[in-house]
């Protein structure tokens, strides 16, 4: 009896710290297979984050553009479908210079312009800076489409931001020079359509997530366009005058019509992009 009563009493006792070191563990969300091991936004910092994992990848990513070795890129195919040919009839094309995609940026110091895309300038960010993604994400659609948006108006982070932009201003009309338009939202690889200039188009990469704006498509062949970007953002390991070059996307059309975009090293997995529909 007197075993029993001891044994019995170590083993509460243990129990008993078990119980305490449990609670002391965070519970984390179940993550994703499909999520990615770095974020390229957070509330404030970007490329600042903690996380070892992440910052891995994002300095691999840097260390990529830095040395030039980026994965070879398709050529466009001679005879390949026109442009419209991909798009509803209805959604909004706007025509932009090749021109877009073949500017010389580079980083600058925080605060700086380093771009401009449509009359929307893009500022160099830096680790707990400002300027980050979302910011110039408000402000292109506020000045170009006139939507009422802006940073701070309670609509997430990148990887949320494009759902709640359809989400709450979906039924609204907006103005594209003389067009009335309407927001369409498309998800990846559920799409009849890719995205079109001037889209807002959200990547899963870390927690918050990552965004950009289409500036200009091109088209490679039949099944397949180009979507490069207009981003900003910041990465204190790059040194101020070194090459930023536009970033882009493949996207490409399966046998059922539906449209996908590729994931990138160093923006992350394609989540949701918005067409704007002419009315």
């Known amino acids: ?33 499909r999520v990615t091991i770095f974020e390229l936004d957070s509330p404030i910092s970007l490329f600042g984050s903690e996380d070892p994992e992440q910052e891995a990848e994002l300095e691999e990513a840097a260390r990529v553009e830095a040395n030039g070795s980026v994965q070879t890129k398709r050529e466009a195919k001679p005879g390949s479908s026109p442009l419209d040919s991909f798009y509803n009839k209805n959604t909004l094309l706007i025509p932009t210079p090749r021109s877009e995609i073949q500017k010389n940026n580079t980083w600058k110091s925080h605060g700086v312009a380093y771009d401009k895309f449509m009359g929307v300038t893009a500022y160099a960010n830096k680790r707990n800076g400002k300027f980050q993604c979302t910011e110039v994400t408000h402000r292109f659609l506020n000045d170009v489409f006139g939507v009422p948006t802006k940073v ?70 039949n099944n397949t366009v180009r979507v490069h970007l207009f981003e900003q953002h910041g990465f204190p390991k790059h040194k101020i005058g070194a090459k930023k070059e536009i970033r882009s996307i493949d996207f490409t059309k399966s046998a059922n019509g539906k449209w996908s975009g590729e994931r990138v090293l160093g923006i992350g997995q394609v989540l949701y992009w918005i067409n704007f529909t002419t009315l």
């Open 1 to 33: 009896m007197k075993h029993l009563i001891v044994h019995l009493a170590v083993t509460l006792c243990v129990v008993g710290a078990k119980a305490q070191v449990q609670d002391q563990i965070p519970i984390l969300p179940k993550k994703d297979s």
């Open 152 to 221: 701070g108006n309670g609509m997430g982070h990148a990887n949320v931001l494009t759902q709640n932009f359809a989400k709450t201003f979906g039924n609204d009309t907006f103005k594209y020079k003389d067009q009335n338009i309407k927001m369409t939202l498309r998800q990846n690889g559920n799409s009849a359509e890719p995205p079109a200039v001037g889209s807002p188009i959200n990547f899963q990469s870390g927690k918050f997530g990552h965004i950009a704006i289409v500036r200009f498509v091109e088209v490679i062949d």
